[in-house]
């Protein structure tokens, strides 16, 4: 692999689902974390972001989430610049997006099947309609035996697992994970990669943070690497 010298800003299409036009972010009065990020997903496409540990990659998922607004530049989600929208609209895109965080963010007053079965509430399924996927799931990521089990008593690795269950669940548009195989072992991240490949097959954008070269040189995807709070595209050798 090798590194483009200077970020180059990437051709647009209509077909981007998630675009960044020039975008800083700075915390506070600090300096900027991401600087003139410009940044286009093509829907159905997997993507791969590096960069050293404080790069900015956490931030940049953020982003992509609308859990950050951008100090300047312009983000984009399906086609729509995010920052012209009501928050209403921004709760409906984010709807649209599974995502796996460093910490889980699972809810430890739900079981783990109600954890997972989560997003497909909030869409307003009924019950029977996911009972049997959000079992076979669990079964899939090794936690069938753990339905009842409060998150508090899972291991990080099974935490993780349940995590990643409930961003894929919904089937979401856009799958974003920061570091998801950081706490599994090497035969339960390779399920877990299997199973991101196969929610990108099924037209899921995918865009996975990870130091992890192993995982990377797994799946044939694109790689986008932060350094310096600049974005370049790795090309391939
Ligand atoms: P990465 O995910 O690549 O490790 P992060 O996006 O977590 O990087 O962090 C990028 C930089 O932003 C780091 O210097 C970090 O300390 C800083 N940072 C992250 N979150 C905050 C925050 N909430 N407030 C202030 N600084 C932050």
Same mark, same amino acid.
């Given at each position: 692999m090798s590194m483009s010298s200077s970020p180059e800003p990437q051709k647009l299409s209509t077909q981007d689902i998630v675009r960044f036009d020039r975008v800083g972010l700075r915390y506070g009065?600090?300096?900027?974390?991401?600087?003139d990020i410009d940044l286009s997903l093509r829907a159905g496409t997997f993507n791969f972001l590096t960069g050293p540990s404080g790069a900015g990659k956490s931030t940049l998922l953020k982003l992509v989430y609308l859990a950050l607004q951008p100090s300047r530049g312009l983000v984009s989600l399906f086609g729509q *610049?995010? /920052?012209?929208?009501p928050e209403k609209s921004l709760g409906d895109m984010r709807r649209q997006i599974g995502v796996v965080w460093q910490d889980f963010?699972?809810?430890?007053?739900?079981s783990v099947y109600a954890n997972v079965a989560l997003p497909l509430r909030v869409q307003g399924a009924a019950p029977q309609t996911y009972d049997r996927n959000v079992r076979e799931l669990l079964d899939w990521v090794g936690l069938g035996q753990r339905l *009842?089990? /409060?998150?508090?008593?899972?291991?990080g690795g099974e935490k993780q697992r349940a995590a990643i269950a409930r961003a894929v669940i919904s089937k979401p548009k856009i799958l974003i994970a920061d570091e998801?195989?950081?706490?599994?072992?090497p035969e339960i991240g390779h399920r877990l990669i299997r199973l991101f490949g196969e929610m990108n097959r099924m037209g899921t954008t995918v865009l996975i943070a990870t130091h992890d070269r192993g995982l990377i040189d797994q799946v044939p995807a694109r790689v986008l690497h932060l350094q310096d709070a600049r974005l370049y595209e790795e090309v391939p050798s």
């Open positions: 009065r600090g300096p900027e974390v991401l600087s *610049d995010i /920052s012209r929208l963010s699972l809810i430890d007053h739900l *009842d089990a /409060s998150p508090r008593t899972l291991s998801p195989t950081g706490n599994v072992d």
